[in-house]
């Protein structure tokens, strides 16, 4: 999966997988628009990992990000992201860190299985975001 940096024009991806996602290996991918981590809805166990997820920050033009993952996730890691309108989390874990509150661009948020803390909804809720529950 090393090689998919060198694809600089993509402008969406959506990548599927059953076992480990190594975000550093998405890192370079500055023209991506629209990114799709983790599993397809068709599977219904999953055992998909993300890692080196603090790399999604280096993705700066992505406007769609949508993570479904095992694993705990941690808003810092895309945060950073300037221009995201949408985004979508599913995980078997936890959303962990308050910092998804400075995503000014953020427009609509959607959590599968869980929920955000009473914090972040408020606050988000306060900035005017859309914020959808689906189990």
């Given at each position: 999966m090393n090689k998919l940096n060198e694809v600089k024009s993509l402008k969406e991806l959506k990548l599927?997988?059953?076992?480990e996602?190594?975000?550093a290996d998405l890192s370079q991918?500055?023209?991506l628009e629209t990114l799709y981590l983790g599993a397809d809805e068709s599977m219904s166990s999953t055992n998909t990992k993300l890692k080196n997820t603090h790399y999604l920050n280096e993705l700066k033009n992505v406007n769609k990000l949508y993570?479904?993952?095992q694993?705990?996730?941690n808003c810092e890691d895309f945060a950073k992201l300037e221009n995201v309108e949408t985004l979508s989390l599913d995980t078997d874990g936890k959303i962990?860190?308050?910092?998804?509150?400075?995503?000014?661009?953020?427009k609509e948020i959607t959590i599968h299985e869980t929920k955000?803390?009473?914090?972040?909804?408020?606050?988000?809720?306060?900035?005017g975001v859309t914020i959808k529950y689906e189990n």
């Amino acid at each position: 999966m090393n090689k998919l940096n060198e694809v600089k024009s993509l402008k969406e991806l959506k990548l599927i997988c059953f076992d480990e996602i190594d975000c550093a290996d998405l890192s370079q991918l500055e023209n991506l628009e629209t990114l799709y981590l983790g599993a397809d809805e068709s599977m219904s166990s999953t055992n998909t990992k993300l890692k080196n997820t603090h790399y999604l920050n280096e993705l700066k033009n992505v406007n769609k990000l949508y993570i479904r993952c095992q694993n705990d996730i941690n808003c810092e890691d895309f945060a950073k992201l300037e221009n995201v309108e949408t985004l979508s989390l599913d995980t078997d874990g936890k959303i962990i860190g308050d910092e998804i509150c400075d995503m000014d661009s953020l427009k609509e948020i959607t959590i599968h299985e869980t929920k955000l803390s009473e914090k972040v909804e408020s606050t988000l809720r306060e900035k005017g975001v859309t914020i959808k529950y689906e189990n």
